[in-house]
């Protein structure tokens, strides 16, 4: 800004200030503050910028938010299998879980533990109890199914035994509480285990008018 245009700018504004205090009127505004100058090397003069205001610390429950300010997604913990003297992390694939609902995908390659015996599933939270289904490695959902028994042996602990025939299976693990958790493993169980029992069902196709009904 030229420096003529600059001083007429401040002369008005302390010209109004003055005028503002010595009315007394209670109801006038207060005169904003003039920003000070500062003389450049062309010598006009430039005002200076504002400081910038802090910023306030964060609340914590605005650190416990993720980008846009939308909870981060809080994941159960991983379920712990141990087989004789290994274990292995597994994390849930799907789950509803504290403040959100994931649908994954089942992994093409789940963990596997080989011939293992004596498998034991560990979760360190409490009340959830779990089941399995058993089914041929690499069909996916296209194998039947196979329930699978799994009993509590202690806190956070299950006993996972084999089912069907002796093979090379991928078990998926479900387990429930306060939400529910799925994951996977691939297993080739030595011995035999408890079969499905065959089932069927039966319907009657009838075409009396022209139409197949039930």
Request: proline share 9%.
């Amino acid at each position: 800004m030229p420096r003529s245009r600059l001083a007429h700018t401040v002369a008005l504004f302390a010209a109004c200030a003055l005028i503002a205090c010595g009315n007394g009127d209670p109801a006038a505004p207060a005169a904003e503050p003039v920003p000070s100058a500062t003389l450049s090397s062309s010598g006009a003069e430039s005002p200076q910028p504002a400081a910038a205001a802090s910023t306030p610390a964060p609340t914590a429950q605005e650190e416990e938010r993720g980008y846009g300010g939308e909870p981060e997604i809080q994941r159960p913990p991983a379920i712990t299998v141990r087989y004789g003297d290994k274990s292995v992390s597994v994390e849930p694939h799907t789950f509803c879980y504290r403040n959100a609902c994931v649908d994954g995908v089942p992994p093409d390659k789940p963990v596997d533990i080989g011939a293992a015996e004596n498998v034991t599933i560990e979760f360190p939270l409490d009340g959830w109890s779990f089941e399995a289904t058993f089914r041929a490695a690499g069909k996916g959902f296209c194998g039947i199914g196979q329930p699978a028994t799994v009993e509590s042996t202690g806190d956070h602990l299950f006993a996972l035994k084999p089912a069907g025939h002796a093979g090379v299976y991928d078990v998926t693990l479900f387990g429930r509480g306060e939400g529910d958790v799925i994951a996977a493993i691939r297993w080739t169980t030595t011995t035999e285990g408890e079969l499905v029992k065959p089932a069927a069902r039966l319907a009657l196709l009838a075409d009396h008018d022209g139409q197949v009904d039930s």
